[in-house]
């Protein structure tokens, strides 16, 4: 009797809930019971949320509906005396700008709806001291700039791990930071139904999300839409794969490469929450269950597997076996293992580079063959030779080697000897006296040059050849 005496008119209350919707109410109803832990104002006209809405404090009131209002006001100190608040829900309403502070007296604030508003503003600090915050429905609104301040080293939402971000004013999204992101936050990271503009590392996030079956993307693939260049219909996503202008090629899951001797860190990327046991199996098919270890193989505390001192053998496939609360899951990381050092010098010299050494240093021993080849009569080069008389070109041989020069200057060091001088001849023989001096000309029998008797180079002389 003394419940239902404490009820508020046109209100309907049951044990700790008190059911106010559709009451057609403009102002929150009072008095409030103290012993409310749920308190439903939701299809009614509050316009205005003040300051003294709850004239005392409620510390049992853990669930506050107020959607569709028509609320277009809320102040900062409007929930000062609900500090054990952790259900809150404003979705649509009229709200066009979330001011500084606005939640900071939520601390144990789990969930926060704000969905189907007119919010265009978000100030930095609106979501500031609410460390418990898991889910937060930012979907249908007038956004414009990515709030990546709210996932950005996890420190303002450490619990974070629903953001809903869809149909929004978004044309673009910080890809690398997202890819960066944990699994489990990426799994219900919404992005759909925004005007992005297409990009190929947009491709690649939507990609490797379709191929970890995140829901954010396997949930919602139709919807996942961009505006191509120079366009003015929005295509699919993952219809980039291979299509002009872009061209986009999708990247590959989980792939590591390394070195000889180095020392890598596979990450256990699980999308699951709150997981009771995982291990490792190498590509040996060897488990890795124990932290730490003495092998070259350790399983780190958060999960990972740390590999020190990379050897050949050490490269394949490596999976890490999860278990969560309520399903397993297996994730595969491949690991390149290259067979020389990074700052060492390699193992082996690359062929194309060995080719065409080779090829340079044959064309360089050619050239050096045909121009660079020694004089074989370094001190004749600059030696000019007269010309021969013409009267004596007739008795010149044919067959012989020796060309007709003239006698020699005394005392120049390097001259052709003339066939007339004393010495060796071009067949080793000596002569004695040399050519005898021409006999004077009568006739035409004087014009005739002596020929040399024991000159068999001669075809035209008139001494017989003596064999």
Known sequence: GSAGASCPPRCVCASNILSCSQAVLSTV?????????V????HNNVTRLRADWAPGRLAHLHALLLSHNGLSFVSTEAFTHVPHLRHLDLSSNRLRALEENLFSDLSELEVLLLYNNEISSVDRT????LGRLRKLYLGQNRIA??????????????????LDLSANRLHSVPVGELQALPAWLRDRLYLHANPLACSCPLFQL????????????VDFLEELRCLPPAATAPVGILSLAGQQPLNCSEAREAVLEAHLGDSVTLGCDTRLRGVRQRHWVTPGGERVLEEGGNGSAALLANGSLQLRGLRPEDAGTYACWVAGPLLNETLYVDLLVHNFTLHGP???????????????LSVVLVLIYLYLTPCRCCCCRG??????????????????????HATGVPGEPCRSRSASATGPGQNGRFKVGGTPQAPPRHGLKAQRKVSDPDSVSSVFSDTPIVV
């Open 29 to 37: 109803p009072t008095p409030l019971p103290r012993f409310t832990a």
């Open 39 to 42: 308190l439903d104002l939701s």
């Open 126 to 129: 609106a979501f500031e001291n």
């Open 145 to 162: 700039r990515f709030p990546l301040e709210l996932l950005r080293d996890g420190s303002r939402l450490p619990q974070l791990a629903l």
């Open 206 to 217: 939507v990609a490797r999300g379709r191929h970890r079956q995140l829901s954010a993307v």
């Open 346 to 360: 390699h193992d082996t010299l690359n062929t194309a580079y060995t080719t065409l050494v080779g090829c340079i």
């Open 383 to 404: 030696a000019e030779k007269p010309p021969p008389p013409r009267d004596d070109s007739i008795n010149s041989s044919v067959l012989s080697t020796t060309p007709n």
